[in-house]
């Protein structure tokens, strides 16, 4: 007999999982436009800076506050900084440079794609097999991503600008899969979630900064509305409130399930770009959003993974 207990137990954890899925998602969704209002006079390596510098400082202050862990070891720092380089550091700045060529739902659509790498990766390098509802709902996660992906293709009407972009974020959704890999390698060597979040982006953000200083980048900022404002959002919602329930929701659900929160963001995405670039979308959008859905349910159904 079930345990009534555990079944409660149960069902309230798959409970916070959907409202953190469902969060997520929707603050995600939504940062891909965000993004394009950094994208102006201001370098995008210096906005990036500036993103995940206040991002760690509001990170450790909120640690600070409610006593929570920030001390790391060294072995603990050393995945930390792995986590730092390649997601708030190389994957970042990757985006930004993405966003310039292709519109911002694009770069989204091809982040969808994130919990199949992911489970590609754990299974390769680190041996962890997933139950075959994961494989199945990733494999529709894809599909949907690839229908998505022809039809914002065809809006843009290609070119090698176009190419360019898509290489470039393509690029970055894999440097993102290898964040959580560092991220889980932490996970594994103790690391408390909100300190080591914190950590990483202040790690992403002094490389980034480093970076800068070395190609001769001009740190400059803009003083307007739809820049400051989109850097709050981008800081405090788009990285501190979403990561943290991103890592929280991956340690608990494994880093497939929360990667899969991607692959629910382009829908967020071709919304904002619905109402605020005018942007249209056909059938085939709508039966790539409908796989990804599909998708999503049989990735929360299945058992722990990754």
Not at 55 to 70: D, G
Not at 184 to 204: D, E, F, I, R, T
Not at 271 to 287: K, P, Q, T
Request: positive net charge; contains cysteine.
């Amino acid at each position: 007999m079930t345990d009534p207990f555990r079944a409660t137990q149960a069902a309230r954890a798959d409970l916070r999982a959907l409202a953190s899925i469902v969060i997520c998602s929707v603050i995600w969704g939504t940062t891909w436009y965000a993004i394009t209002l950094q994208l102006g006079t201001v370098d995008p390596t210096a906005s990036v800076t500036y993103r995940f510098a206040l991002a760690s400082v509001v990170l450790f202050l909120f640690c600070w506050w409610w006593r929570e862990p920030i001390r790391l070891s060294g072995p603990q720092h050393m995945a930390v900084f792995g986590q730092g380089v390649l997601t708030f550091s190389i994957q970042y700045s990757m985006v930004y440079e993405a966003e310039q060529h292709i519109a911002s739902a694009v770069v989204a659509v091809i982040f969808a794609g994130l919990a199949f790498v992911n489970l590609v990766l754990f299974r390769v390098l680190l041996g962890q097999r997933a139950n075959w509802r994961a494989w199945v709902g990733a494999m529709l996660g894809v599909v949907g991503v690839a229908a998505m992906f022809i039809a914002e293709l065809r809006r843009s009407g290609g070119g090698h600008e176009v190419l360019f972009g898509l290489t470039i974020a393509l690029v970055a959704m894999i440097f993102a899969a290898a964040g959580n890999l560092a991220a889980w390698k932490a996970q594994k060597a103790g690391a408390p979630v909100l300190g080591s979040v914190a950590w990483a982006m202040a790690y992403g953000a002094g490389l980034v900064f480093l970076f800068g200083l070395a190609t001769g980048v001009e740190f400059t900022f803009e003083m307007t509305p739809a820049y400051v404002g989109s850097l709050l959002y981008l800081s405090i919602f788009g990285s501190v409130v979403a990561f943290a329930l991103y890592f929280i929701l991956a340690r608990a659900k494994g880093y497939a399930l929360a990667s899969y929160i991607s692959a629910l963001t382009p829908p967020v995405a071709l919304l904002m770009s619905v109402i605020f670039e005018n942007a249209r979308f056909g059938w085939v959008a709508a039966l790539g959003v409908a796989l990804v859905l599909a998708g999503q349910v049989l990735l929360i159904r299945a058992p722990k993974g990754g």
